[in-house]
């Protein structure tokens, strides 16, 4: 279970998947057999996008991928 806290801390959002999408960071919620997108974050560039998406996969592994949290980082 990963649990991520938004950029701008409106959303604590249940992820089952995190994508970069350019800048920005999205994260796929399911539901009832719904599907959408949440935008966790936006950063300065594609590469500090991919840069969270790396601490955030850092953070799974080191809990091995129980209950995790995660705080998107403002810039």
């Keep these: 279970m990963l649990w991520i806290l938004t950029q701008d801390k409106s959303i604590l959002f249940n992820v089952k998947q995190v994508a970069v999408n350019g800048k920005t960071i999205q994260g796929i919620a399911s539901s ?3 599907e959408w997108n949440e935008r ?5 560039s594609k590469e500090r ?4 998406l790396q601490e955030i996969f ?3 592994e ?3 991928g129980h209950r995790v949290t ?3 980082p403002a810039n």
């Design 49 to 52: 996008a991919m840069e969270i």
């Design 32 to 34: 009832d057999g719904l």
């Design 70 to 72: 995660f705080t998107m």
């Design 40 to 44: 966790l974050g936006k950063y300065d």
């Design 62 to 64: 080191e809990n091995e």
């Design 58 to 60: 850092m953070k799974i």
